[in-house]
């Protein structure tokens, strides 16, 4: 664990809470709790961000509707597009932290961003739109999940990147599509209000971070090398003793022939 995974997690705190005391105090005990289970980083800070969601949905903070409309957003939607454009995290992340299939994830981010930048925003965009006839060499343009969406967030395949690249030369309807595309996630991700860091912030995530290394000291079995793990292992009363008789059973079964 180092300070980004803590910024991390301060960020999706405040994507939940919005308020900066209350994100860093929540973000603080879910992680102290969390850390017990002696899981990886990664795994931590996803486990973490699930129990946090959980929170925020069992007392959702309603008095911040009417500061911003990120905030009319669910928790778990704000959730997805904090991680999707701040954090970068990867959809196979996203997905296993909320513990739901990849292909689900798709379409539910691509309705979250269009609801958050036409309904929820007036945002004076283009709505991102399939191009009007496909050519014979067009890939299929899903208007649920799109290839285009997949490629801003750089989660195209390698041979699907490099259809695309090829095929974007020449197609001006794919490029127009790609274009809107990029526009809506553009505006989304300049309406996320987690961004920015100040210097309360920092000193919160270095409290939280300090206290995190104190407890990885006391509170958990100190992470081992395999030699040393080994050698735990072998030093147990109940080993020894099982290693014992498996020595003396070989001794008379080679001494019988
Ligand atoms: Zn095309």
């Known amino acids: 664990m180092n300070k980004d995974d803590i910024r991390s997690l301060t960020r999706i705190g405040r994507s939940l809470w919005g308020d900066l005391d ?34 925020a949905e069992r007392n959702p903070p309603t008095l911040l509707k009417l500061n911003h409309p990120f905030f009319r957003l669910a928790p778990i939607e704000r959730f997805l597009l904090t991680t999707a454009h701040i954090e970068k995290w990867s959809y196979d992340r996203i997905a296993r932290t909320l513990g739901i299939e ?38 299929e343009y899903n208007a649920s999940a799109p290839w285009s969406q997949r490629m801003m967030d750089d989660e195209l395949g390698k041979r699907e990147r490099f259809f695309l690249q090829n095929h974007l030369m020449s197609c001006d309807k794919c490029r127009k599509a790609l274009e809107l595309t990029r526009k809506m996630i553009f505006k989304v991700e300049s309406l996320i209000p987690v961004k920015e860091s100040s210097q309360e912030l920092e000193l919160a995530n270095d409290r939280i971070f300090n206290h995190w290394k104190e407890g990885e000291v006391t509170f958990r079995p100190i992470k081992l090398e395999t030699r040393q793990t080994l050698i735990r292992f072998l030093s147990q009363p109940k080993v020894q003793f099982l290693l014992a008789a498996l020595a003396v059973f070989c001794f008379y079964w080679f001494t019988r022939f």
């Open 22 to 55: 209350q994100s860093v105090a929540i973000s603080e005990d879910t992680l102290t709790s969390v850390s017990l289970l002696n899981l990886s980083d990664d795994r931590t800070i996803e486990r973490a961000s699930k129990v946090m969601i959980e929170l």
């Open 102 to 139: 990849k292909t689900l994830l798709e379409p539910w981010l691509w309705s979250i961003r269009l609801k958050f930048c036409f309904q929820e925003t007036q945002s004076g965009l283009e709505y991102p739109r399939a191009p009007g006839t496909l050519g014979p060499s067009c890939p």
